[in-house]
Every structure is written in C-alpha cells, then in structure tokens.
C-alpha cells in the first residue's frame, strides 16, 4: 500500500499535503490509515515550527519554506495567516487571521496591527495560500501587502515578507523584489 501511495503522488510530502477527498479516494476504506496520515502531517508541521522556534524563523529560509508549506499546502479554502516574531527573529506565535472562499480572505490592517501591538511583535511575516494552485500574487495580494507594510512601518516594525502557497510551491514577495 505505501509504495502504490507514494507512487500515486509522488513524495510522502505530497501525500501528507492532499486534501481529504483525494486522500480518501487514494485510501480506500481505510480510515485508520487516513487518520495516522493526518497524524504524520500534524507531526512534520509541530516539527517544523519546533526548529523554526529554536533556530529563529528567519536563520533558515528552507525550514521556513518547509513550515508553511506543511502548514498550508493541503487547504482547500483560502486562509491568511501571520507569524509574528521578536526583535531576535524568535516565533511568538502564529495565527490565522483571516479565512476566506475558495480565491479570497479578507484581512484588515488594523486587526493584524492590533494582534501584533498586543504580542509585542518587532516583525512579521504574511502567509497565504491559493487553493487555484497558482503562488502568484494577485492586485489585491500586493495592495493588502502594501498597506500592511505601511501601517507597520507606522508603528515601528517590519513586514519581513509575504509568502504565498499553491500546489506546495512558494511565491516571496519580497524575493521576487515588491518590497
């Protein structure tokens, strides 16, 4: 059965990544398997974040890549998330703060603002998926990470990068040069 799976996917990661309905055509019956898969994926994603606390989330970007990616790449409707990180690059949490449709989430600077005031955050990392698959940015994507960056920046701290997620590849907006 585990080589029949990974031959059908490809990779244990993106086994681990699909969603549920394709999981459960792939499994069959069987959902004592489905179960302990979800166990892997809920564990590889604790792992990650786990090195990522230890390491500071900004000292590796691979971990990191590899964090938001088994965070995200599984979800079927869109979702924003924002870790929010120390002076030192430490992870003091990761929060999801807006879920949306199929192709678009709402998120408010201000709400984003607000949870980061209270966390005493010094920088902050965006974090979106696109279910469609396609990583890259929409108009709304970079003027919701414009206006983010310039509230921010009001208040003394720094919008790291955005990071957008789709069929498990990664789009940076700031690697890609919009900020």
């Known amino acids: 059965m585990a080589a029949s799976l990974l031959r059908q996917f490809g990779s244990l990661a993106a086994l681990l990544s699909a969603p549920d309905q394709v999981m459960q055509e792939a499994v069959g019956q069987t959902p004592a398997l489905r179960v302990t898969l979800r166990l892997v994926q809920e564990a590889a994603v604790r792992l990650h974040k786990a090195r990522l606390k230890r390491a500071g989330v900004l000292a590796n970007r691979t971990q990191l890549k590899a964090y938001l990616s088994a965070m995200l790449a599984h979800e079927r409707i869109e979702q924003v998330r924002v870790l929010f990180l120390d002076a030192a690059h430490r992870l003091l949490a990761d929060e999801m703060l807006g879920r949306g449709t199929v192709d678009h989430t709402p998120i408010y600077p201000r709400e984003v603002m607000r949870r980061a005031l209270e966390l005493e955050a010094r ?38 990068d955005h990071v957008i997620i789709g069929s498990g590849r990664l789009f940076s907006l700031k690697e890609e040069g919009f900020f």
Request: no cysteine; charged share 10%; net charge negative.
């Open 123 to 160: 920088i902050l990392v965006l974090v979106h998926n696109h279910p469609s698959g396609d990583p890259s940015p929409s108009q709304d994507d970079i003027l919701m990470t414009q206006r983010i960056t310039q509230a921010a920046s009001l208040l003394g701290m720094t919008v790291w």
